[in-house]
């Protein structure tokens, strides 16, 4: 695993820019405007980057909006009950395709 | 009694006059209780740059980094306090008995009278324990400066101060008061079970008298700094998220938020080393140092006294014992203060002056950018 997953990689994410340093800057652009305050809060932004962080269970994201959300103001009551969004949602995501199962069972079944 | 903490048959050192989740550095004897040993666990730090503060200072502009116009006398009565707070810059507690004495007030009293400054700021330990403090409000408030106590909300719960509240409501002083977080998780993490709920029954009892509902003459402001190693929230934006939760959980009300990060010196500074955060947090400072905040510092409008009557270019340098000097070198003192060179001097800097310039920058009257 050592080697698909470094912790420096968060810190050296600008060198994706390498490669192509006009998308690069378009990207790190957009994703910095995305977190400004808007019609939501940027500590709001942070609990949903949160969230979303663990439903695409991304190392690098859940250590950045971990500090993001402290620095935004937010405690760790608020950043479980993030996390416990993300998770059931994905549960119930898991779940809910149990009707594909359930229809076909009846098709298939007596 | 004499000589020990004791308020009308109420003990500071016990937990019921307030929580203490540590103790002293002092009263543990460390080494890290000195000033100079502080400051050697800074400068050792291998950080990306040689995090020469003045020369970041020459950058943006400010060769050399000196004062405006002064505009806030800030005043330490000393250092006792019925608390003992993780994070504790002053490393206060109920066994530092350094306070000020009623010559050194009068000696404040004095210099005011000799300065423009605008505001008085006092600050300790817990400034009310002082048993000076209302002589020196009630010379602030006569020569017509706007006051502020700096409160830690828990000391106003002693049967001793319960008369507090109204009597600071009644000479229009501001009460700047340490709450770290909104919600009690935090808050508890940083001060000590149950400063919590005695806070917010503090709280209660300065809106009881008018604290905290927009009059002029009795503003409530409240002062988050983080729990841990990371930096201050935006006060904008979080300040309506606080007035939201306290008037929905408690029906508490504030008048504005302030938001400071934490230095890294005295019992921060021994939490960071404890818990493996120093070399990450002294590097995210020096990363989020910010050219914008720098102009408003406080080090630039205010002068900070100790309880003995030195003078100091803030709190923190104060507590890290570097003493302001005029040009000729000689430290002020407020017994001769302020001098017409008063203002003409450099600002004396070190690696924990980088806490006031990350983000949003922070001072004692919070964001500076």
Known sequence: MSDYYKADHLARFGEISQGNPDLAKKFFAWYGATFEDGALTKRE??????????????????????????????????????????????????LVHGLQMLEKAEERGM | MEGLPILDGVDLRSPEAGPKPTRSLQSRGLDLSQPAAQLERLDSLALSTDADFDAYAAEAGFTPFTPAPLDIFQINVGKLCNMTCRHCHVDAGPDRTENMTLETVEQCLAALDRTTAHTVDITGGAPELNPHFRTLVDGCVARGKHVIDRCNLTVLLLPKLKDLPEYLADRGVEVVCSLPHHRARNTDAQRGDGTYEKSIEALRRLNAVGYGQGDPQRVLTLMTNPAGAFLAPDQASTELQWKRSLERHHGVTFDRLIALNNMPISRFLEWL???????????????????????????????????????????????????????????????????ATTQDRTIVTARHCFGCTAGAGSSCGGATA
């Open chain 1, 45 to 94: 932004k942070s609990l949903i980057a949160l969230a979303v962080s663990h439903a695409v269970q991304c190392p690098y994201c859940i250590d950045a909006y971990t500090t993001g959300c402290l620095e935004a103001g937010s405690d760790l009551e608020e950043m479980t009950e993030a996390v416990h969004v993300a998770a059931a949602i994905k549960g119930g995501a898991a």
């Open chain 2, 273 to 339: 080393e404890e818990t493996g955060n120093l070399q990450g947090y002294m590097q995210k400072l020096l990363d989020a140092f910010n050219p914008g905040a720098l102009a408003g510092v406080m080090c630039r409008n205010t002068v900070s006294v100790s309880w003995d009557g030195h003078i100091y270019d803030c709190d923190f340098n104060q507590m890290l014992d570097l003493p302001a000097v005029d040009r000729a070198g000689r430290a002020l003192h407020v017994s001769d203060f302020p001098t």
